[in-house]
């Protein structure tokens, strides 16, 4: 990681994974998922990872599986033929209680979509049986559906009851943000695959980007940290276009460029994680700051400013001095400026030109208010 930036053990452990930079525990530590996790990673537990998922899909149903599976069979006669079809035929392996050598990508998929199954628990046994490539067309593919639901419980007479699967990317910012993990998943298993399964599952990739939507655009280029172009152009159709949830802008800012993580920042402000700063620290070192400085100036309240001013402070370079120096008079941030300066290596015992002339809320009361603002 770069030189210019001051690392904690425990910050390089929540890094995402590149296949330049593998972090061991992304796959472990940092997802915190369990076994059924732990199994989709290499050597691969196809049939632990199946009966930890089955056995944790049941149980988290709080009406019980007969009764989803009920009303996937209920509401496969309002579906188009196709989808009906689907429908069913996802709800009869369901209640099978047992799974087929070779996978059926579109019935596994329904069955996630149609909530039968959780997507943090079939992803890492779709990895486990099929392997990364498939599991990033099935990924794709369940981006393509969604389903509607009306309680059957709520009125047995009702015509319009149960749940059926429909066709339609409109739900594509929603889905993407609730298979977050699966993507970091994704992300992490790519980033340690062979070369034969990385150059097939970009191949799989480059086909579907052009037509993808702006968050499945977003998403591909978070497993594909090094199509750096892929990343531009999805930031690009996210800021002209939206569509794009706080989910989706934090993908983005861990893969795009710099000017384009601080425009989506603007936007956005308050989306960035943990995660996703110190990602952004581990690839741009001392070049994250404009980005960082972008979500401090445009930060939700102070509490949410100091956290970025945390990051921002790891670095040790003039520009992030002169960055930080800048928030001298608000309140809030003023310890933490001060101790950066007695510890900077840059320059030892010495504020930036002018920094010392700033007198704590000084720049505050210019602006009329308590905090500083830019």
Known sequence: MAGDVVWTEEQRGKVYSTRARVNPDHLTEGLGRGPCWLAAVP????????????????????????????????GARHAAPSMAALG?????????????????????????????????????????????????????????LAHIQHEVHCDPGLEWSGTWLIE??????????????????????LAVADEADHHAARAVAAAAFDAASVPVKAALSFVFPDEREWADRAAEDCLAQGGGGDKVVRMLVTTADVDWGERLVERQPGCLDEATLLTLLAREGAGAAPVLDSAMRHARGNNERLVFAR????????????????????????????????????????????????????????????????
């Open 168 to 189: 339609t990317t409109a739900h594509a910012s929603f889905q993407v943000a609730e298979c977050e993990s699966s993507w970091q998943l994704l992300r992490g298993v």
């Open 43 to 74: 050597p691969f537990d196809a049939a632990g990872c199946f009966a930890e998922a089955r056995d944790k899909s049941r149980h988290a149903m709080d009406q019980g599986w007969e009764y989803a599976v009920h009303e996937v069979e209920e």
């Open 88 to 144: 069913l035929r996802a709800a009869a392996l369901y209640r099978s209680d047992e799974r087929p050598d070779v996978l059926d990508l579109d019935v596994e998929v329904a069955m996630v979509e149609q909530q039968l199954q959780a997507t943090w628990d079939a992803v890492p046994f779709w990895l486990a049986a099929e392997g990364v490539v498939w599991t990033l067309r099935a990924m794709l593919r369940l981006h393509e």
């Open 311 to 374: 990051h921002l402070a790891m670095i040790r370079t003039r520009d992030a001095a002169e960055r930080l120096a800048a928030w001298r008079g608000n309140r809030r941030l003023a310890p933490l400026i001060e101790d950066y300066f007695r510890q900077a290596p840059h320059r030892p015992g010495r504020l930036p030109a002018g920094a010392r002339r700033r007198r704590p809320g000084a720049v505050a009361r210019a602006a009329g208010g308590r905090g500083l603002r830019r």
